[in-house]
């Protein structure tokens, strides 16, 4: 039987805990965690300021294209 996974936490002291199998892996870096860890804000997660990027665009856009403009009255 293979030996566990353990947290690849890279920050001192080394976590020596058990990798969670279905949520351990972070998406943005794709280093796997234990349940203490595996949050991007738990683990200084380097891409977590790309992701917040790439969704604060996403939302201005999605803003943007449902802003309602005022209909602009003919001067008579």
């Known amino acids: 039987m293979p030996a566990k ?5 890279q920050s001192e002291p080394r976590c020596n805990q058990a990798v969670l199998r ?3 892996q972070c998406p943005h870096c794709r280093l796997e965690f ?3 860890h595996r949050m991007p ?3 200084q997660c380097q891409n977590l300021e ?7 665009e996403k939302n ?4 943007e294209s449902e802003r309602t403009v005022a ?4 001067m008579a």
């Not at 996974?5 to 936490?9: S, T, Y």
């Open 71 to 74: 209909s602009k009255m003919a």
């Open 34 to 36: 234990c349940g203490e």
């Open 5 to 9: 996974k353990r947290c690849q936490l």
């Open 41 to 43: 804000e738990h683990h």
């Open 60 to 63: 201005k856009a999605k803003l």
């Open 22 to 24: 279905l949520v351990g």
């Open 50 to 56: 790309n992701c917040r990027q790439q969704a604060f």
